[in-house]
């Protein structure tokens, strides 16, 4: 008679730090020792290496002993043209860590954490500069980005050919590009910052993909979509970028519950949908709401020989309680030669009595001034 005794071997966790006190002194060596499922808890310091990660991991910068920013947990790549993280499984978990590679000046782009064929993965708490692209999924579907910051890089995020991901409250700043999706479907990108890039989103041969609640703003151009069908662009806030949204050879795209104050608020060259139950708000337009449902009484025309038109644009009521107090904004221009320098006094700008507030931004609106803070008007 034979038994056969099944063994469960309980994840592990293991300790690296660069100084030699823990488990091991590189990444790298930690993974290639681990088993599928353990958790390598990264001490603060400064690894300079180029991490292979190719079995089921948690890999953490420890946050317990990461108290200020002297103390952070740096991973430098080596090797400037190799990823500094390349991860090729699923259910791997990179959190916490300080991630720059440096432009490797090569033809094949290196990247702070790239993804191939992943799924389930979660990339949080991350910070990557100065990489030549920040985050990269490759054929990868069902990850998990959030609370990440990049910048200085030529694209931020990239989705290439990846579907069914979730992009949640990320910061995507002065890159070339913010964040981008090519070939890509079913993609949920909300919460996000995109600001100071050359375009915050695009959105290039994708389809079915949903931006909700993102914050865009100083780019050249805030959302650019190419060939783009049936995305939802719902409830963002896109100012003072060049243009706001530009769409090219882009069909059945749903744009509705957006507000809109650039230089240039929106440019369609295709057919695409720009009311549901209501519209978007348009800093220049001028419309009347005569019986205050908070809907022009006339459309307004983004480009009339495409047909695209929002048959319902929204116009703030002064009652709302709109914390942007945009209820003065009907045919407006914004400018970026009125910008107040936050030095000034803004009691003087705004002949309202209201003090400087610190670490904000000013903006003049036909002579109504809107104060810009930790990502919000206030």
Do not use: H
């Amino acid at each position: 008679m034979f038994v056969t005794a099944v063994i469960q071997v309980e994840a592990a966790f293991i300790a690296v730090d660069d100084d030699g006190a823990g488990d091991f002194s590189s990444i790298q060596e930690a993974v290639d020792n681990a088993q599928e499922g353990d958790t390598i808890l990264v001490n603060p310091g400064i690894y300079r290496e180029n991490v292979e990660v190719y079995r089921e991991l948690a890999i953490v910068a420890d946050s317990s002993l990461s108290g200020d920013d002297g103390n952070r947990t740096y991973v430098i790549g080596d090797v400037p043209e190799y990823n500094v993280f390349n991860v090729n499984a699923s259910n791997v978990t990179i959190d916490g860590f300080y991630i720059t590679g440096g432009p490797s000046g090569m033809e094949w782009y290196e990247v702070g954490i790239y993804l191939e064929g992943a799924e389930n993965c979660f990339l949080k708490n991350n910070t990557l500069v100065l990489n030549d692209m920040g985050i990269v999924l490759n054929d990868s579907e069902g990850n998990y980005l959030e609370n990440n910051n990049v910048a200085l890089g030529y694209y931020g995020v990239a989705l290439f050919n990846s579907e069914e991901n979730t992009i949640l409250n990320n910061r995507v700043l002065t890159n070339g590009q913010g964040i981008v999706l090519q070939g890509s479907v079913n993609n949920t990108l909300k919460n996000n910052t995109a600001s100071s890039n050359g375009m915050g989103f695009i959105l290039s041969s994708s389809v079915g993909n949903v931006l909700a609640n993102n914050q865009v703003s100083k780019n050249e151009c805030g959302i650019y979509g190419q060939m783009a069908e049936s995305n939802a662009l719902i409830n963002n806030i896109i100012y003072l970028n060049r243009v706001g949204l530009y769409l090219n050879e882009s069909e059945n795209n749903m744009i509705y519950a957006n507000r809109f104050y650039n230089f240039r608020n929106a440019v369609d060259e295709g057919f695409n949908i720009w009311n549901n139950s209501v519209g978007n708000l348009w800093s220049d337009y001028s419309g009347e709401d005569t019986n205050g449902d908070g809907i022009g009484d006339l459309p307004y025309s983004i480009n009339e020989s495409t047909g695209s038109i929002d048959y319902k644009p929204l116009v703030p009521q002064p009652s709302s309680g709109d914390s942007e107090n945009m209820s003065s904004i009907s045919g407006v221009e914004v400018s970026l030669a009125n910008k107040v320098n936050k030095k000034d006094k803004v009691d003087k700008e705004n002949k309202g009595g209201i003090p400087p507030i610190e670490d904000a931004e000013y903006f003049k609106i036909n002579n109504v001034l809107f104060i810009f803070k930790d990502n919000k008007f206030l």
